[in-house]
């Protein structure tokens, strides 16, 4: 059994401790007990406890909104693209009477339908971790309600 350095969840002081899932755990400071188990993180290296989540989450929301202006912008020029293909297909079939120009315009457009789905895609990862953050506050509050 290796030492684990653990946080206790009621003072907050870091303790050093050998255990195993399971096990309670006295604070050397407050004197209150608590096992060892699910929701009880580590301190140290993949600790999570309140306030670095909600950390995490504020800067995480900042730096996925450029990545989400960017799959809406990846998006918009996939909707011009498909936009201006079709005119351009549809202009040049009128002007020299041959249907070539408007299979090389619904290809091009096939390529802009791509373009907006991998916007899309990026806008979709994007919401995905926005969840998650949501998730891990919600299961952080639930487990500050069963202490």
Known sequence: MKKKSLTCPHCGVELVAKVKMGDEIECTNCRKTFPFGANIKESGKGSVDSKSVLSISST????????????????????????????????????FEKPNPLIFGAMAAILGFVIIAFGQLISCFVSMERGIQDIKKEIINLNKGNQ
Do not use: E
């Not at 020029?77 to 005119?87: E, K, Q, T």
């Open 60 to 95: 995480a929301n900042r730096d996925f909104s450029t990545l989400l202006a960017n799959g809406k912008f990846i998006s918009t020029m996939g909707y011009i693209w498909v936009a201006l293909s079709v005119i351009i297909g549809l202009y040049f079939a009128q002007q």
